[in-house]
Each structure stands twice: as C-alpha cells, then as structure tokens.
C-alpha cells in the first residue's frame, strides 16, 4: 500500500497519542504529524507501549498545507455538517488524515485544505485513539492487497499468544 501519514491537530492527551502510534505501527503509518503546543509538554508522559515511536517519526508540524504534494490527498475526520461516511469512502492509494484535538472541532483554515472531510456514522463523538483506529482500519479492510494468509497472523500476532482454533 501506498504511503499513509496522520496529522493531529493540537492533540491534548498524551495516552491519545500513544494509542494513536501504536494504531500507527500496526497499520503501517509511515509519518505521524501534531500541531500546537500542548503535546509537546505532556510529550514524557506518553504511553506508546509497544515504542511505535522508535519506528514511525512524530514531528512538530507548523502548516498542514506543506503536506499536499504530488498525488498525496489531505483527508479531514470531523463530524460536520457536508462531510462523506466513512463506510462510503474509497480512501486514495497516498493520504495525509487529519484529526482533530480531544476537546475542540477543525477549524476551516484546515479544512480549506483538505480533498475530502469524512465523519463516522456514530452516536456522538469517539476517543481520538479510537477514531484513528477505525479509519485506518476501514482503509486497509477496503485494501485489494491486505494479505489474509496465516502465515500473516502467524507473523504478527502477540508472542504470548500460542492459541489455535
């Protein structure tokens, strides 16, 4: 699959987005982006528990817009009013997602920038961490090329995990 990368916009919680780098390590993330200030002081109390972050950058990002390069598509992921379903959505072979913060909505400076806004169709609002997981795992369940095989889960599941059905 193409390169994936995630921005989140102003992010609050350093549990967030250590949820969010472990979602990003197992679907193949190659870049993680934030914006704003409060990450970057709560930044030592993450808890990326599988250390995603050795693997996939987390970087500073001061514009979103530097991002749209080539065929590369800035996806927003905000429950406004005009946006697609998320179940209705052929995700592009390069995209940038972006999230917004826990405790705000996206500002339409960032949305002025973006090829397509999806919502998911829930009741109210998710978790930041929880959100990335179903989009990234919608684009790779809509994937032609995600390999099923068992030698695949054999791979990659837990290696405390020796259970066989």
């Not at 967030?16 to 709560?42: F, I």
């Not at 209705?88 to 920038?113: N, T």
Request: net charge negative; charged share 20%.
């Amino acid at each position: 699959m193409a390169q994936t990368q995630i921005v989140l916009i102003n992010p609050k919680s350093p549990t967030n987005v250590g949820g969010v780098m472990r979602a990003a390590g197992c679907y193949g993330v190659s870049q993680v982006w934030y914006t704003g200030e409060r990450y970057g002081y709560a930044r030592k109390f993450a808890t990326d528990t599988k250390q995603r972050v050795d693997e996939i950058p987390l970087t500073a990002l001061a514009d979103v817009a530097c991002l749209k390069q080539g065929n590369t598509k800035l996806v927003a992921i905000e429950m406004v009013d005009g946006a697609e379903p998320l179940p209705h959505f052929q995700h592009p072979e390069e995209a940038v997602y972006i999230f917004g913060p826990e405790d705000s909505s996206l500002k339409r400076d960032v949305l002025s920038h973006c090829d397509h806004v999806l919502y998911i169709p829930t009741h109210g609002c998710m978790n930041l961490a929880a959100t990335v997981n179903v989009v990234l795992y919608d684009r790779l369940a809509k994937n032609a090329n995600t390999d099923y095989s068992r030698e695949f889960l054999l791979q990659n599941r837990d290696t405390n995990n020796r259970v066989s059905v």
